[in-house]
């Protein structure tokens, strides 16, 4: 499975990249705003930098939600890097552009997947990547990993070539979840990720292996 950090925070990405097991990157609009990037062209900026740090997929999100603004918008990211992943709703406009997209060759993250339905239709209009949102699912009581595992079920069975890419990660067993439902990518926090390093058997392990060490050593 594929491990995507799911931030615009440059100090976050780099230490994810650093540990040596970052493929992509997935920001989104709030993402941005969180890092206080304001105007097209500090954003166009940020995306560039992203993408020179982890040389790997990085989504960005087309803001138009009219077909016309999201091909303007989607082509101008696209041309910024190739590992620009153009970002786009799931809306009857935004599988439109996906399928504009896929046949120029674009690479697209269809975003706010909340049900089988539309990651059908994503995959019909050539998405490189659909993504559920498992943790909103979750936070009105639905399942959003029995989601991920639907999408995967329907993708293999009709052998679809869309990556499904498990989004809205709030914690570690949410990915422990995704990989047992088959998702090809998680879009993680930092915490979530680095929550996975964390056993007590480790680290009691290890204190044992160097006290050991120690009284033949010094
Ligand atoms: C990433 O592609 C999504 O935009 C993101 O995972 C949403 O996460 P949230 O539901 O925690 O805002």
Redesign the pocket.
């Known amino acids: 499975m594929k491990f995507f950090i ?1 931030t615009a925070n440059l100090e976050q990405i780099r230490e994810a990249h650093d540990l040596g097991v970052l493929d992509g990157v ?1 920001t ?1 609009p ?2 941005m705003a969180k890092e206080g990037i304001k105007g097209i062209k500090n954003q166009q900026k940020h995306y560039v930098e992203i993408c020179n740090i982890v040389q790997a997929d990085v ?1 960005a999100e087309v803001i138009a939600t009219d077909y016309e603004g999201m091909i303007r918008e989607g082509m101008e990211l696209a041309a910024l890097n190739p590992h620009i992943v153009v ?1 786009v709703p799931c809306i009857a406009d935004g599988i439109k552009a996906i399928h504009y997209f896929s046949e120029k060759g674009i690479r697209t ?1 269809c ?1 706010l997947v909340f049900s089988v339905g539309q990651a059908l239709l994503a995959a019909k209009a050539g998405a490189t990547y659909v ?1 559920p ?1 498992v ?2 699912l979750d936070d009105i009581c639905e399942d959003g990993v029995a989601l991920v595992a639907a999408i995967v079920r329907m993708y293999r069975f009709y052998d679809y070539k869309t990556q499904v ?1 498990a ?4 914690h570690t067993k949410h990915i422990i979840e995704c990989v047992d439902a088959g998702a090809d990518v998680a ?1 993680c926090p930092l915490s979530a990720i680095k929550g996975l390093l964390n056993h007590p058997l480790t680290d009691s392990g290890l204190q044992k292996f160097l006290e050991d060490y120690k009284k033949v050593n010094g």
């Open positions: 799911d997935t989104n709030s993402l989504s970002k993250n975003t993504s949102f943790g909103r890419l989004a809205s990660i709030r879009t």
